[in-house]
């Protein structure tokens, strides 16, 4: 079965490396699966699920905000943040959902924050989706 | 001859001093060690963006994009990076020595960490923005100072940014590095993946042989998702945001390195010092005996 290399990288850390069969992205445009012999890509990324298909498995990740580049020797993933099904924390994802939304509603924020606090509600967000579509 | 008491006294002061610079070695040290990490952390998700660059060079008119257009340079910003405390050896010396020598008339500054804006405000350069960040600042923090700096480029007000920094080396090296971010030279891109001998502690052996390897592969067709503008307008400003976040921690790792073997010599050196004082002590105090037993022999042999 022909594979594609798969490179996941975060700021802090490069957050994933295999051979592959597959890769369902969360595009700008609505969810984008790459599979070997893809076509020269570059395109950006939003918070979401991102499900990579290894060895009849599925893996699953909350991703945030960042770009995907397919070439011929591989596939990159560049995105703020990366992180695998089994490390999320439901109930701390809840919770941070909930202090962002308070913080927002409250508007007592400085503009700054305010773009921390939503980049961090989105990535909560996407956190949340990844767990729950699993468990039903 | 030195008075016993005065000296001891001094003993106890350079002791307590000691004391100071072990402990703030010891902070030091394991600030270091997480600035360190957080500085290399960042390396592969910079390779990735340089590579990306690269191969985008290829498809992209170069003056179609207002990041990527050389303009004729009149004025240039600098953003010049300091630590916010001292007692980290000639590490601001060396950043700011290069910092004075830049013309003054076209040269705007922005500073980051105080040691930095003070500088400017002292020898009256013109900084047009002075920012603080905590310890270890998180991507988000540090968006802010480039996203201003970002802002007087694309307004005009300034033709080319350039970062002034200490570029870690290794624990015991810093060297100030002025480096061109803004308009983005996509060629430099290559160049700045760290070369494989620049420091063993911060190697990456995971893509080391990629570069080779890139340069051969020919991508030949390449989309753009929605569109080569959309995605340039993304990804060109990124990579400058995150260029800056790099070189911040990088930085911190410089200026805990630098603190921490500043704080170790000036312990060895106290250690000299208290051994030093004490052969003085004890010698004085040697000499105040035999003073004190001469006087009663010399005594005793008037009275026989």
């Keep these: 079965m022909p594979t594609l290399h798969l490179e996941i990288v975060t700021p802090e850390a490069l957050a994933y490396q295999a051979e592959v069969e597959g890769v369902i992205v969360p595009g700008v445009d609505g969810e984008l699966g790459i599979l070997p012999q893809h076509v020269g890509l570059m395109t950006q990324i939003v918070p979401g699920e991102l499900r990579i298909q290894q060895g009849g498995k599925e893996l699953r990740m909350a991703v945030g905000e960042g770009f995907l580049e397919v070439r011929p020797d591989r596939v990159s993933i560049m995105t703020e943040m990366a992180i695998d099904e089994a490390d999320i924390d439901e109930h701390a994802a809840e919770k941070a959902v909930a202090l962002a939304e308070k913080e927002l509603k409250d508007q007592t924020l400085s503009h700054e924050e305010v773009a921390l606090v939503q980049s961090s509600l989105l990535h909560s967000l996407a956190k949340l989706r990844v767990k729950r579509r699993h468990h039903h | 001859m030195a008075n016993t008491r005065d000296i001891r006294r ?123 960040l905590p310890d270890n600042p998180a991507f988000l923090q540090t968006k802010p100072i ?118 170790k010599a000036a312990t060895d050196n106290a250690k000299n010092l208290v051994k030093d004082l004490t052969l003085e002590y004890n010698k004085a105090r040697q000499a105040s005996i035999t003073t004190e037993l001469l006087e009663i022999t010399t005594a005793q042999m008037a009275l026989g």
Excluded: W
């Excluded at chain 2, 001094?10 to 070695?25: D, F, G, L, Y």
């Excluded at chain 2, 705007?108 to 920012?131: C, W």
């Excluded at chain 2, 080779?212 to 503008?229: C, D, K, V």
């Design chain 2, 10 to 132: 001094r003993i106890k002061s350079v002791k307590n001093t000691s004391q100071i610079t072990k402990a703030m070695e010891m902070v030091a040290a394991s600030k270091m060690r997480r600035a360190q990490q957080a500085a290399v952390a960042g390396r592969p998700y910079s390779e990735v963006l340089n590579e990306v660059l690269v191969s985008l060079r290829d498809h992209v008119d170069k003056e179609s994009h207002p990041l990527l257009a050389q303009r004729d340079v009149h004025k240039t910003l600098v953003i010049l990076l300091t630590s916010d405390k001292g007692l980290c050896g000639a590490l601001n010396t060396n950043v700011l020595r290069d910092a004075s020598l830049l013309d003054t008339s076209t040269t705007l500054f922005v500073a980051v960490g105080r040691k930095g804006a003070s500088f400017l405000a002292r020898t009256g350069r013109q900084m047009i923005a002075d920012f603080t």
């Design chain 2, 146 to 263: 480039s996203q201003f700096c970002l802002e007087q480029f694309l307004s005009g007000a300034v033709d080319q940014v350039n970062i002034l920094y200490p570029k870690f080396i290794n624990t015991l090296v810093q060297r100030p590095v002025n480096l061109q971010l803004l308009p983005i030279s996509i060629e430099k891109a290559d160049g700045m993946v760290p070369s494989p001998n620049a420091s063993s502690s911060l190697e990456r052996p995971i893509t080391a042989e990629k570069d080779s390897e890139n340069e051969s592969s020919e991508i030949g067709e390449y989309l753009f998702e929605p569109s080569t503008q959309s995605v340039l307008n993304a990804i060109l400003p990124y990579s400058f945001h995150f260029e800056v976040f790099q070189k911040i921690l990088d930085e911190r790792a410089s200026e805990q390195s630098a603190r921490m073997v500043a704080m």
